[in-house]
């Protein structure tokens, strides 16, 4: 008896439920979605990128998609986008940022709102200014001639994972810009990698939680997965930290980097039971700023090694601009302008956050249609699609750096092309990703021709980053210079 009634009053809710979201999004269409599984009854809903896209097609640039008893609204028209991800007091970072994206990866820069938000960005955001990286241009050089030495030069001529090299390449420089710390010593290599393969176990899972609105159950496996990855995270944090402190009590020279600014702001947090904060940030910077830059050099690689022509290209350009490839400065990679073409037409393709999310707080008036978005909506933004999209873009598969050769600037309003964000959220970070991305494209086709390997085709999953779940697979040949010989 108490069983049939327990069971009766859970159906009644979830269609009670279910019911009054129909109605709360009737203005909008969508595929059919059923109560409690939404549309995950059809078998393509858990293969988000294309299951969209087929949407996209048949309901337009606004549609409903529901996940369980979720409803989310899909949003691809490039101006709505531009408003929602400007206007940051209607559309904040729910849920899925503070509850899910927060779990492994902090409750740092990319998850907070409103006024901490602009104290640490406030906070931060010096660091990331073109004059503060000038600082770094010759240690970027130096890391990225190492690895090269130790990671590709050894497989000249055989088919190789190029995937190992950009992520750990990223994580040196990363590693000493914000903390000064050098993970190209042996004793810090095993650490690195474990970093590195946290970081990309952490985003797809956290990527498959927040798209398919699966809780974060303590008892799930992947939960525990990323909680373990947490743990030694934060523990290799701490001993950082305790380091950094040490060598700051000793000397009279103060460090200007982020972990050494994050200390001093936090000094009555220093017990090793009150870092939250400062784990919290330096977990989200350590992450996002090496993680995507990573994925940009792999796209980067696996495209350029299918396009020769632009290879030469780039090369073309060099030869006028690049007068010392061992250390190449601003005033140098500021001219390249094809080769910032190359750049961004990457990062459109191979968008490396797919998605993004906003939620509402209040009612919201679609000024063209009319249409009302609820208050507590959750907006899905899928910039992998709006990328590739043939009603945006001119033959939108084809890899035709020359595109970008009128576009001004980051962004693309017209086009909605954020591949940094938009407004006051935009990645703070944007300018370290293109230094990088700039001089790893200079080095790497400077001193090798790039084929592809014939029988490769990344396998590519969206989670909070766009990864290729079986690597970048390339081979590189030396270039040989009148100056070699």
């Known amino acids: 008896m108490i069983i049939n009634t327990i069971l009766t009053t859970s159906f009644i809710f979830i269609c009670s439920h279910y019911l009054f979201q129909q109605i709360r999004f009737q203005q909008f269409k969508g595929p059919l979605s059923l109560p409690l599984i939404g549309n995950l009854y059809d078998p393509k809903a858990p293969f988000v990128i294309q299951y969209l896209k087929s949407c996209i097609e048949k309901y337009g640039s606004i549609f409903t998609f529901w996940v369980g008893m979720k409803p989310m609204l899909v949003v691809v028209e490039p101006q709505l986008v531009r408003k929602i991800l400007t206007d940051t007091k209607t559309f904040i970072k729910g849920p899925d940022y503070t509850e899910k994206f927060a779990v492994v990866f902090g409750e740092g820069l990319v998850t907070s709102n409103g006024e901490r938000h602009k104290i640490d960005k406030i906070c931060l955001g010096r660091f990331f200014t073109k004059t503060h990286i000038e600082k770094y241009h010759t240690m970027i050089c130096e890391e990225t001639d190492k690895m090269i030495i130790e990671e590709l030069i050894p497989k000249v001529g055989t088919i190789m994972n190029i995937q190992d090299f950009f992520h750990l390449l990223s994580l040196r420089i990363f590693g000493k810009f914000s903390m000064e710390k050098d993970y190209s010593l042996p004793e810090n290599k095993e650490i690195a990698k474990k970093i590195n393969n946290g970081v990309k176990t952490g985003s797809n899972i956290i990527g498959s939680h927040i798209i398919m609105n699966i809780p974060m159950f303590s008892f799930f496996p992947s939960i525990q997965k990323v909680n373990k990855i947490v743990e030694y995270v934060d523990k290799h944090i701490n001993e950082i930290i305790n380091d950094k402190i040490q ?86 990679i500021s001219k390249l302008s094809y080769c910032y073409c190359v750049l961004q037409e990457v990062l459109r393709l191979y968008t490396i956050i797919p998605f993004v999310n906003r939620t509402t707080t209040k009612n919201y008036v679609i000024e063209e249609t009319q249409q009302v978005i609820p208050t507590n909506t959750t907006i899905l933004i899928p910039l992998t699609l709006m990328n590739r999209s043939d009603k945006i873009w001119e033959n939108p598969t084809l890899f035709k750096p020359e595109r970008f050769l009128d576009i001004l600037g980051h962004n693309s309003a017209k086009h909605g092309y954020f591949p940094f964000g938009y407004g006051t959220r935009t990645c703070i970070g944007s300018n370290l990703a293109i230094t990088e991305g700039m001089i790893m494209m200079i080095k790497i086709v400077h001193q090798f021709n790039l084929y592809p390997d014939p029988t490769f085709k990344p396998e590519i999953i969206a989670g909070i980053s766009l990864i290729s779940k079986n690597g970048i697979n390339v081979r590189l040949e030396k270039r040989v210079y009148e100056s070699d010989l």
Do not use: W
């Open 247 to 332: 060598k700051m009590n000793e000397s009279k020279i103060r460090e200007d980097n982020i972990l050494s600014t994050l200390i001093l702001r936090h000094l009555d947090e220093l017990a090793e039971d009150k870092r939250n904060t400062i784990y919290d940030h330096i977990r989200t910077t350590l992450a996002a700023g090496h993680d995507t830059t990573a994925f940009f050099g792999c796209y980067m690689a696996y495209l350029l090694a299918n396009h020769p022509e632009v290879q030469d290209k780039i090369r073309d350009e060099m030869k006028v601009h690049i007068t010392d490839y061992k250390s190449i400065i601003e005033s140098e």
